[in-house]
């Protein structure tokens, strides 16, 4: 979850991830990398057809029944790119921010 995942500032100036639960550190060929990366961008971006691309590049299987226009599976889809988004939601509070630069 978000809160094991922060970004460090070297002494260069540059930025780096800081993970620090390796339970969620896996190896990625790259096959896997760019569909995580299409993931991500599926998310931000709010695009639910790359969305599913990306889950299926990942390995998800969807039943054969599941249409993308039916309600139910547009409810899932809504629901689990909510719950993605929030992942990926800026959580330093809004006065910290001031203070970076």
């Not at 959580?91 to 203070?99: D, F, K, M, R, T």
Request: glycine share 10%; with cysteine; proline share 6%.
């Amino acid at each position: 979850h978000p809160g094991n995942i922060f970004v460090e500032q070297l002494p260069g100036g540059e930025f780096r991830p800081a993970l620090l639960d390796w339970g969620i550190v896996q190896r990625m060929d790259p096959a896997a990398r760019a569909g995580a990366a299409r993931w991500v961008v599926s998310v931000l971006a709010q695009d639910r057809v790359l969305y599913l691309r990306s889950l299926q590049e990942l390995g998800f299987v969807f039943d054969q029944n599941a249409h993308p226009d039916s309600a139910g599976f547009s409810q899932f889809i809504e629901a689990s790119m909510g719950s993605c988004g929030w992942m990926f939601r800026d959580s330093i509070p809004s006065g910290a921010q001031l203070h970076l630069a």
